[in-house]
């Protein structure tokens, strides 16, 4: 063997013992925090609205981002068939995007804050109360272009696991939107 497949197999080698000492890295390890609770566009009370929507939670005594992701819609993408040669059975792939307008059947799945908010938020929104197992939960909801950066995150697309909520309350309206000029 070469001095070079040794000297890769070495460093493969020290990655692996590496990776056996320290286990998991730390953001993948179980927590006691809550994970995402799920509901739709329906109970949230934006239904009707676009997809561009920032979340937020009030704990420790700030409003900071909440990670969020809105359900992509299943579609079908026909291909033109000049680009891939002569098989039509490659001209038809399956894919996802972000539905134009939430639908009240369309999940949101968010991570939320525990019990109810102790300062007003920073912009005009829609805060959401969910209670699950007994436990209750929030997160304020208003338009990406509202948001400020710093207090809000902008929901992805993408559907994690989630827990259902027992209920959910909402109380407040979403910001006018703003027409791009």
Known sequence: ???????????????????????????????SEMGFICATAGE?????????????VFEKGVWRPADAFIEPE?????????????????G???GQLPPSVLKNETVICFKAG????????????????????GMVYHVFITRADAAPHANF??????RPHGERPDEVKTEGALPKSVPRG
């Open 1 to 31: 063997m070469d001095t070079y497949r040794v000297a890769k197999i070495a460093t493969l080698l020290a990655w692996a013992l590496v990776v056996l000492a320290y286990g998991q890295p730390p953001q993948q390890t179980p927590s």
């Open 44 to 56: 949230l009370g934006v239904a009707g609205e676009p997809p561009n929507l920032a979340f937020s």
């Open 74 to 90: 299943n579609v079908t993408f026909l291909l033109v068939p000049l680009i891939n040669g002569d098989k039509p059975e490659r």
């Open 92 to 94: 038809i792939v399956q």
């Open 114 to 133: 525990r019990g109810s908010p102790r300062a007003k938020p920073p912009v005009e929104g829609k805060l959401a109360v969910v209670k699950r197992q």
């Open 153 to 158: 995150s902008i929901a992805q697309m993408g």
